[in-house]
């Protein structure tokens, strides 16, 4: 059974950092893409990061660029979000996610949440200003 096990999120006030982790069971990701995503309350899902299997290949949201970066340790079978400068508009339930099948050994990281497979609960991220 894969599960993905996000950790780290919390209380945080504007302008500090967070970082979050995500780690996955049941199912060896190292050749997945992987991805987070966040929603806001009353808001649709949006993507804020991705890594392709390699880690060579990283995208972000516009809103997050400067500010989170995407790793990945595939011999600990986990993927990091490190967030700085965090702003009370970034508030929101953090989702880790693994890759499907299409983006095994892939050269580009996925945006869209069709790429992704698994899902995990979620972590809550309150940034306070």
């Known amino acids: 059974q894969v599960q993905l096990v996000e950790s780290g999120g ?3 006030q504007a302008g500090g950092p967070l970082r979050l982790s995500c780690a996955a069971s049941g199912r060896t990701f190292s050749r997945y ?4 995503f966040r929603q806001a309350a009353g808001k ?4 804020v990061a991705a890594i392709n299997w390699s ?3 990283t995208g972000f949201a ?6 989170f970066t995407i790793s990945r340790d595939n011999a600990k079978n986990t993927v990091y ?3 700085n400068s965090l702003k009370p508009e970034d508030t929101a339930v953090y ?3 693994a890759g499907s099948s299409s983006t095994v050994y892939s050269d580009t990281y996925y945006s869209t949440g069709d790429r992704y497979a698994y899902w995990g609960q979620g ?5 306070s200003s």
């Open 95 to 97: 989702y880790c996610a």
């Open 81 to 83: 979000l490190q967030m």
């Open 33 to 36: 893409g992987l991805g987070w």
């Open 10 to 12: 919390g209380l945080v």
């Open 123 to 127: 972590t809550q991220v309150t940034v």
């Open 55 to 57: 880690g060579l290949s």
């Open 44 to 47: 649709e899902r949006e993507f």
């Open 62 to 67: 516009d809103s997050v660029k400067g500010r």
